[in-house]
C-alpha cells in the first residue's frame, strides 16, 4: 500500500488512523507492519465494505480529509470490488536513514548483507550485485533508464531497489537513487570476497 508523505506523517503524528482503499483483494494483513517515509506503521483492522461504500464524516476525518466529500472524490477515482477502511497507528521511528548512515562495517556484518542478498538472488537469479554497482555508477538517473539497462521492467526495478534499501544500501532521491554509505562501504568489502 503507497502512502504519500501528508498521509504517512499524519499516521506518525496520531492525526490519521484510517486509511481508505479501493481494491478487488486485500493488500495489507491485520497485524502486519510497513515502513513509511515517517517511520514504521501497524495495520491494527482491515474491514473489507462493498465497492460502492459512501464514506462517513467520522472515517473521512480519521483518514485526514476535511469532509466526507473529499475523501469520497478521492476514493471514487478508482473502481474495485471493495472498499477497505484500513485502521493503523505509529509503530516506530524509520530505522533505514541510521542504517544507511553506518559505514563502519565488520566482517559480521558483509557476510550478513552477503547471505541475505545470496538468499535473494537464489530465489530469482542473481540481480543485487548488479543493481548496486548500477545505482552506484548511476547516482540520480530515473529508475526506467536504470531498469532499461538492466532489462527489467519499472516495477520490478523499483521493488528490488526497494529491497536493498531495506537493507540501508540504498537512498531513495527525488529523481532516481544513490548508494548509501553503508552500500558503498558493502562494495568496497563485500564484492572482494
Not at 464514506?55 to 472524490?73: H, K, L
Request: hydrophobic share 40%; with cysteine.
Amino acid at each position: 500500500m503507497l502512502l504519500n508523505r501528508p498521509t504517512a506523517e499524519g499516521i506518525a503524528a496520531g492525526t490519521i488512523t484510517v486509511v481508505l482503499r479501493r481494491w478487488d483483494v486485500p493488500r495489507v494483513k491485520e497485524g502486519g507492519t510497513q515502513r513509511t517515509v515517517a517511520g514504521t506503521m501497524r495495520i491494527d483492522s482491515v474491514t473489507e465494505c462493498p465497492g460502492d461504500h459512501r464514506v462517513t464524516a467520522a472515517q473521512a476525518r480519521a483518514a485526514g480529509y476535511s469532509g466526507a466529500a473529499a475523501a469520497q472524490a478521492e476514493l471514487d477515482r478508482r473502481t474495485a470490488a471493495h472498499t477497505y477502511l484500513i485502521e493503523v497507528s505509529y509503530l516506530a521511528p524509520d530505522e533505514r536513514p541510521e542504517l544507511a548512515a553506518a559505514d563502519a562495517l565488520a566482517d559480521d556484518d558483509i557476510a550478513g548483507i552477503g547471505a541475505q542478498l545470496d538468499r535473494w538472488d537464489a530465489a530469482t537469479g542473481p540481480w543485487t550485485r548488479e543493481y548496486l554497482r548500477l545505482v552506484g555508477d548511476n547516482e540520480a538517473v530515473r529508475a526506467p533508464d536504470l531498469a532499461a539497462q538492466v532489462g527489467a521492467d519499472v516495477p520490478r526495478f523499483k521493488r528490488r531497489v526497494r529491497q536493498l534499501k531495506g537493507l540501508g544500501l540504498t537512498i531513495s532521491l527525488g529523481t532516481g537513487y544513490r548508494l548509501s554509505p553503508r552500500g558503498a562501504a558493502f562494495l568496497r568489502g563485500g564484492l572482494s570476497r
